[in-house]
Structures are given as structure tokens and as C-alpha cells.
């Protein structure tokens, strides 16, 4: 990892983290909900999906500002959707990047209402009038997020994750919950970036959408991989919990070499397209290689 690459990412971060804040204090004041939201969206997290919609305006030369909202309102969906996948009615967990889980620090009930609660703000941010995009693109927007999260979408992954409808040895079954767990939202940030950068190419745009879909593989496998290989200090999470709740994986389905194998096989397909993508692919190239390689 470059020099330029730390500079850029830890500089992008603390955008993202700021123009998050301005929402939370400007919806909640000093409520306890506002503690409750902060504690589960200002918690020291990655900000990969964040840092990939500004590495790929980067390609565009698209206006930050344009950026900053559409990267904000899928941060706020990933935190909600984290603070309810932690709940004992879903994975039951008690740490959340080595910090206790919202329905832990606070009780249950307000973390539902937070996470419902962030989700909202998602769609707030994309419909204000200071985000200044046509308002039929506002529209595609909204529409594509509201999709890409409901029952035919992250709401529907996670459903069948819970239930374990799969069976056993279907690769595509669980491929397919998998993307619609958590592909379908790396998919959006690559068409909704390109939606709003001022000379869209469709073909850039397919490239970009094709690399996102697989950028959601590879973040899957690896997190299927780090369950199976880390510990609780290192992921900031309670590790192994996949073989204790019996989830379907592809370390469980195919074993731990094979899944690193497909993990490869993804990643280097990847580089590939970024090699056939002009302009500046540089962050993008090593966001996507520290994604590929993150511990955690």
C-alpha cells in the first residue's frame, strides 16, 4: 500500500465521517436515539463502500460534493443493516468492531428504532434539495437503493440466511444468497457513482457494475474466510460463529482452500477489468487490493 493510497483513503474517511455527523446532529440533537444512531454508524468503521464510490468518481472526475451523498446514505444502510443483523433475533451478537453492539450498550428495542431509524436517513439524504443532481436521477436513485435492500434484495438474503433454506451442496443457491445479501449493495455504488458523474460512458458504466458484483464476492469469501481463520480480538467480532450457527458458506460448503481459490479467482479477474478501464484507477486498483487482503 502506497503512501498516496493512505493519504487519500484516511483523507476520504474523515470526509465521510464528517458529513455523517452533520446529519445525525442535525435529525436527532442530543436524544438518547441520536446516541443510539452514532454509537451504531460513528464506530470507528472501514468506510470500504464509501471509500469505493469516491475511488470510483476518481475515473469521472466527479464532483465530491455530488459524492459525498450518495456515499453517506449507503454507509447509513450498511450500519443499520449491521445493527439489526447483531440482534439476538438475528446473529445474536455481542461486539461490533471490538465495541458492544447497539442492542448490548443500549437494550434491544432502541436499537431496532436505530436502525429503522438510519435507514430512513439514507433515503432523507438522497431526496434533499442540496443534493444537486437532476431530480429524475434523484429518482432512479431511490428507487435502485430501495430495491437493492428490500424483500427482493438485502432483505431477502438475509432472510433466507436466517431461515437456512438452502440446502446443503447447492453452490448456487448460495451464490445467489450471497449477492443479495451483500452484492446487490456494491452494485448499486458502482451504476448510482456513474449515474451522477457528468459524462456517463455505458460501457465504463459495465465495467464498473460487472467489477462491483465481483467485489461483493470477494468481500463475502473473505468474511466466510475470516470467520473460519481469525479470533474475536482481531475481527472485533465473535469469530467461528458460521460453524456455531451451522450457516451455509463456502468455507463450509467447499472447505477453506477451495474458497480461497475462488477468492483468487475473483480478485484477479477484477485487476483485469481495471486494466481494460482508462483514467485515474489508481485508489481503486489499491482499495480493492486491501479489501482482497484486509485481516479484519
Not at 465495541?99 to 433515503?123: R, W
Not at 461483493?216 to 467480532?237: H, P, R, W
Not at 483514467?279 to 487482503?293: R, V
Amino acid at each position: 500500500m502506497t503512501e498516496d493510497f493512505r493519504f487519500w483513503a484516511d483523507e476520504h474517511q474523515k470526509r465521510i465521517e464528517n458529513f455523517m455527523m452533520r446529519f445525525l446532529k442535525e435529525e436527532s440533537s442530543n436524544s438518547l436515539i441520536h446516541e443510539v444512531c452514532s454509537h451504531g454508524s460513528l464506530n470507528g468503521g472501514k468506510r470500504f463502500r464509501a471509500l469505493l464510490c469516491y475511488a470510483i468518481g476518481e475515473i469521472s472526475k466527479t464532483d465530491k460534493l455530488i459524492l459525498d451523498y450518495i456515499a453517506s446514505s449507503i454507509e447509513f444502510i450498511h450500519a443499520y443493516s449491521l445493527i439489526h443483523d447483531d440482534l439476538p433475533a438475528m446473529d445474536n451478537d455481542d461486539l461490533r468492531r471490538g465495541k458492544p453492539t447497539c442492542h448490548i450498550k443500549f437494550n434491544e428495542a432502541q436499537a431496532i428504532l436505530a436502525g429503522d431509524g438510519l435507514q430512513s436517513l439514507a433515503f432523507h439524504i438522497l431526496s434533499l434539495p442540496s443534493f444537486l443532481i437532476d431530480d429524475q436521477k434523484k429518482l432512479k436513485l431511490i428507487n435502485s437503493l430501495s430495491n437493492t435492500i428490500g424483500i427482493n434484495g438485502m432483505v431477502k438474503g438475509q432472510s433466507l440466511d436466517i431461515e437456512n433454506t438452502l440446502k446443503i451442496g447447492e453452490i448456487k443457491g448460495l451464490e445467489k444468497l450471497q449477492e443479495l445479501k451483500t452484492g446487490l449493495l456494491f452494485n448499486f455504488i458502482g451504476s448510482a457513482t456513474y449515474l451522477v458523474s457528468d459524462n456517463p460512458s455505458e460501457i465504463i458504466n459495465i465495467k464498473i457494475t460487472n467489477l462491483c458484483s465481483l467485489l461483493g464476492k470477494v468481500y463475502q469469501i473473505t468474511d466466510d474466510i475470516l470467520d473460519y481463520e481469525s479470533n474475536d480480538k482481531v475481527l472485533g467480532k465473535t469469530s467461528g460463529k458460521d460453524r456455531k450457527d451451522n450457516k451455509l458458506t463456502y468455507v463450509s460448503l467447499l472447505g477453506i482452500n477451495e474458497a480461497k481459490k475462488i477468492n483468487s479467482k475473483y480478485f484477479d479477474d477484477i485487476k483485469e477489468i481495471i486494466n481494460s478501464i482508462s483514467g485515474n484507477t489508481i485508489f481503486l486498483n489499491e482499495l480493492i487490493l486491501k479489501i482482497y487482503q484486509r485481516v479484519h
